[in-house]
């Protein structure tokens, strides 16, 4: 049984991807699915986006905007490896979810368009990677196009992102002569994903290689090969590992090259589930006694069940269908009787899960983000963050009777982490607070579509909004005391301190030194 545990631990691979919106992000997926057997033919994973957008009626907002609001998991095996895809929305007005899915991954592939290098929302992406030393695979999409020379391109990622950089493969001609992909150290090629193995060569120079180009194109090929060797840092597997080299890899996603070299990187180098922290101690993957954590709540996957599922990263153990588990918030049992894994198209109960992968557990509200379950074990996993919202909104609603019902929905809506609700110390009505502005549109829209509450928005004395804290109990209680209009309780009835703007922030923070104010949140 331990081996078995151990040897499924191996096996899995959970990462993201993160990119900037087009970069190709959603054809690299599609791309992996398939080459994964998870769907049968390429094309899948947007039918699916639309298919979703016509059957549920708040997601009209993703579609009329053309964003991915939502974020999902995708399994599949490739070789020796199971796979969980951890999808992330492309627009920055979702953010938080994006941040709290990179809680639940082990590895990360950054995407990057070989024409326009490092963008905005890859830059701020990564750095996120970073704070946590997730490695990252680096995969230069769009090969076949117009594109940049490749040293410039790891120059940029070396540059802007302070990350070492090591080329596994290289581009075997750019743009109209793209024609496959050289893998550095192991001397072979793949003209395309077709060839399911890499063939053997004897160089750049083997007519095998160089013949695919045009005759003027290619002694300036043989030549960047040779330079290529020479002047890149050779892949260092502990490098990657701890977060400071990224592994690069060329090709074009719409044209099935290149990725099969990264997925079979992933297999190969990529990090298999990681300890995770908790409050009291580590958490080992290998450990016998199952623990996850709660990283997303997502609603109506399907309409006609109108069902909320709680996606749940096994942390250690073997999930298995029809245990008990504790919550530890609550202190409850909880029963997992329907665990589910996601593919491209559909999904299928889970009768067992090992550490790395990531199930969808149906409930009816039992479950929110930030939970940890265990066998039994009081513990809490840290590190799912909450980040200060900055917008803030009270909600109006126009029929007076529905208060009730409206503080019901958005106390969902808030477990959900749709949006962030505080509750006024002073009596007055909620307010919510959100990252970006498309997250009120969605609240909008559901709270009309699902709970028929037609509802506006009404601009806040507030702007700013800070969780306080203070090692002397006594003082925190005196600034609340103070303070009493501008504190408010979030879900878990923690205290935050809201400001009309920065300078008050700043003015209260100047004054109240033993009192911490966070812009950041773990759930609990
Ligand atoms: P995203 O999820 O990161 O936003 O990007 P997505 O995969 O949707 O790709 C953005 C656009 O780039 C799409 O074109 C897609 O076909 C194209 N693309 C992706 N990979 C490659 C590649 O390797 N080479 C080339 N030449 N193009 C690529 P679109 O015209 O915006 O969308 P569509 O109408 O083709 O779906």
């Known amino acids: 049984m331990a081996e078995k545990l151990a040897d499924a631990v191996a096996r899995r691979r959970t990462f993201a991807i993160i990119s900037h919106p ?22 899948e994973v947007k039918a699916k986006k639309n298919r979703v957008q016509t059957r549920s009626d708040w997601m009209k907002i993703e579609r009329e905007r053309g964003i991915s609001v939502v974020t999902s998991v995708m399994t599949f095996e490739y070789g ?8 992330t929305p492309g627009h920055e007005d979702f953010a938080d979810d994006t941040y709290r899915t990179l809680t639940a991954v082990d590895s990360a592939v950054m995407v990057i368009d070989a024409a326009k290098g490092i963008e905005p929302r890859t830059l701020k992406l990564f750095e996120v990677c970073r704070l946590r030393d997730i490695p990252i695979v680096t995969f230069v999409n769009k090969l076949d196009r117009e594109s940049r020379d490749p040293f410039e391109i790891l120059d940029e990622i070396e540059q802007k992102l302070a990350l070492d950089t090591a080329p596994v493969t290289w581009p075997i001609g750019r743009g109209k002569s793209f024609s496959g992909t050289y893998h550095l150290a192991d001397n072979t090629i793949r003209h395309s994903d077709e060839d399911t193995t890499p063939i053997p060569v004897n160089g750049p120079e083997a007519e095998a290689v160089s013949g695919l180009l045009p005759e003027h194109e290619r002694e300036a090929f043989i030549e960047e090969m040779l330079l290529a060797r020479e002047a890149c840092r050779p892949f260092d597997l502990k490098a990657f590992r701890e977060g400071h080299l990224t592994p690069v890899y060329f090709g074009s996603a719409l044209r099935n090259n290149g990725v099969r070299d990264l997925i079979e990187a992933l297999g190969a180098i990529g990090p298999q589930p990681r300890a995770q922290a908790a409050d009291s101690r580590k958490v080992e993957a290998t450990e ?13 996957m399907d309409p006609n069940h109108r069902d909320r599922i709680a996606f749940v990263r096994v942390c250690s153990g073997r999930l298995e269908r029809g245990m008990k588990a504790k919550l530890i918030r609550t202190g409850k049992p909880i029963s997992l009787s329907a665990p589910q894994f996601f593919f491209a198209k559909n999904r299928i109960t889970a009768d067992e899960a090992f550490a790395g992968d990531v199930v969808g557990i149906p409930n009816h509200g039992t479950l929110r983000i930030g939970d940890t379950l265990t066998e039994g074990e009081e513990l809490v996993f840290r590190g799912v963050p909450n980040f200060a919202p900055e917008i803030l909104r009270r909600v109006r609603l126009s029929d007076a009777m529905k208060a009730k019902k409206l503080k019901e929905a958005l106390r969902q809506m808030a477990e959900e982490g749709v949006v962030q609700l505080f509750t006024p110390e002073d009596g007055s009505p909620a307010i919510v607070g959100v990252v970006g502005a498309l997250q009120l549109d969605v609240l909008k829209e559901r709270l009309n579509n699902e709970y028929a509450l037609p509802v506006d928005f009404e601009t806040a004395r507030f702007s700013v909004c800070r969780w306080i804290s203070a090692g002397d109990r006594t003082e925190l209680d005196r600034f609340i005391t103070a303070h009493r209009g501008d504190i408010a309780r979030d879900l878990d009835d923690d205290p935050v301190f809201l400001a009309p703007h920065e300078f008050g922030l700043n003015y209260e923070a100047e004054r109240w030194k033993a009192i911490t104010f966070n ?6």
């Open 519 to 524: 812009a950041v949140k773990d759930y609990q």
């Open 288 to 300: 016998e006694k199952m623990t996850s954590f709660v990283f997303k709540i997502q609603a109506n």
């Open 80 to 87: 020796d490896h199971v796979f969980n895809l951890l999808d």
């Open 22 to 43: 087009d970069a190709g992000k959603t054809t690299l997926t599609e791309k992996l699915l398939l080459f994964g057997g998870a769907i049968q033919l390429a094309g």
